[in-house]
């Protein structure tokens, strides 16, 4: 009957934009934006180097280095600048997050003459992120977790 459709239609206009999509779709750009800034909140905050594989095996002294930062390096992330702190080592770059797909991510941080670092991330929780570092001389895996050490013993 007419006043049953005119009912239906009417009940479609009011309730349809509920049920529907809210707003304009977003551009690919948007998306990305807002996902990059999804991913710069959760690394915000300080997290601890726990493990650390190379591609290839390093030399001596190099191993010697990284063995006494696993547990200890702290790096800070402030939404502009990574800054890293352990034991006789203090590093401060610029960092970008670009290619974000749901938990992974790139991560480019930028030494003082401006050449780029890259490193894959994927966070396996909400306090792990699993690191495929891809620039040289530390290529290989790395494993941070949110948060700062509790200060152990010295390694000297």
Same mark, same amino acid.
């Given at each position: 009957s007419p006043p049953l459709r005119l009912a239906a239609l009417l009940a479609l206009a009011i309730l &349809? #934009?509920?049920c &529907?999509? $809210? &707003?304009?779709a977003m551009s690919p750009a948007e998306q990305s934006a807002r996902a990059v800034a999804g991913i710069d909140l959760r690394i915000r905050g300080p997290w601890t180097l726990q493990s650390f594989a190379p591609v290839t095996p390093l030399e001596p002294? *190099?191993? !010697? *280095?990284l063995?006494?930062? *696993? !547990?200890? *390096? =702290? =790096?800070? +992330?402030? &939404?502009?600048?990574m800054v890293a702190d $352990?034991? !006789?080592l203090h590093i401060d770059r610029a960092y970008q997050i670009s290619e974000v797909l749901g938990d992974q991510f790139k991560l480019?941080? +930028?030494d003082e003459q401006g050449v780029p670092y890259d490193s894959f991330c994927t966070f396996r929780d909400a306090n792990t992120i699993d690191v495929s570092s891809a620039s040289p001389p530390w290529r290989g895996q790395a494993l941070v977790t949110r948060g700062a050490p509790l200060q !152990? #013993? $010295?390694?000297?």
């Open positions: &349809g #934009p509920a &529907g999509p $809210s &707003g304009p002294m *190099l191993k !010697g *280095l063995d006494i930062q *696993l !547990g200890r *390096l =702290v =790096v800070r +992330f402030d &939404g502009r600048r $352990s034991i !006789g480019t941080s +930028f !152990g #013993p $010295s390694p000297w």
